[in-house]
T-cell receptor, first 112, second 115 residues
Framework: DAEITQSPRHKITETGRQVTLACHQT?????MFWYRQDLGHGLRLIHY???????NKGEVSDGYSVSRSNTEDLPLTLESAASSQTSVYFC???????????FGQGTRLTVV | AQSVTQPDIHITVSEGASLELRCNYS??????LFWYVQSPGQGLQLLLK??????LVQGIKGFEAEFKRSQSSFNLRKPSVHWSDAAEYFC?????????????FGAGTRLAVHP
């Protein structure tokens, strides 16, 4: 079955370190998204991509970057981790505007 | 700017009672509307979606939602709640002008179910 997987599931890192969270989907969806989930804020969009070599900033993109070198993967990089980036991160993919988005299981990131 | 409001942060109901979770959106046209559920420690699962047509949509696990254009609402309902329904529920809208098909989420409603 097609799926979307995130790794790692849990990560603890130190302030100032660069961290990369992986997202891999096997649906061959063009559209991929990264969200962060924080209490009281729901899911907020960090970055998104509509296809290979396409990346766009979401509402909370500062301190994050993504790259899309193939259809299957959209890694999220925290350039210099900050305590404010402690959160649960979700990756999602979607075929097009007429379909649902499928979510990964999430990555819990703690910045100490 | 587009936005989604879920006015209730926490709701507690008794098992077997009816449930209604509220969702209001701000958008210039009729958006695509979704309800997702998140069980503890899990990702998000789609409950139902509205794109067009009949304004009352049926979803999985006995849930339904009604789109009301005049109220900019898409409330989620279930006639009889089960203990396993305890979870967090998210309303989402998309796409938006410019051809974007990202989803914008509300802050979520956490549902507790008393036996």
């Amino acid at each position: 079955d097609a799926e979307i997987t995130q790794s790692p599931r849990h990560k603890i890192t130190e302030t100032g370190r660069q961290v990369t969270l992986a997202c891999h989907q096997t649906w061959n969806h063009n559209n991929m998204f990264w969200y962060r989930q924080d209490l009281g804020h729901g899911l907020r969009l960090i970055h998104y991509s509509y296809g290979v070599q396409d990346t766009n900033k979401g509402e909370v993109s500062d301190g994050y970057s993504v790259s899309r070198s193939n259809t299957e993967d959209l890694p999220l990089t925290l350039e210099s981790a900050a305590s404010s980036q402690t959160s649960v991160y979700f990756c999602a993919s979607r075929a097009d505007e007429n379909t649902e988005a499928f979510f990964g299981q999430g990555t819990r990131l703690t910045v100490v | 700017a587009q936005s989604v409001t879920q006015p209730d942060i926490h709701i507690t109901v008794s098992e077997g009672a009816s449930l209604e979770l509220r969702c209001n959106y701000s958008y210039g046209a009729t958006p695509y509307l979704f309800w997702y559920v998140q069980s503890p420690g899990q990702g998000l699962q789609l409950l139902l979606k509205y794109f067009s047509g009949d304004t009352l949509v049926q979803g999985i696990k006995g849930f339904e939602a009604e789109f009301k254009r005049s109220q900019s609402s898409f409330n989620l309902r279930k006639p009889s709640v089960h203990w396993s329904d305890a979870a967090e529920y998210f309303c989402a809208v998309g796409p938006f002008s410019g051809g974007y098909n990202k989803l914008i989420f509300g802050a979520g409603t956490r549902l507790a179910v008393h036996p």
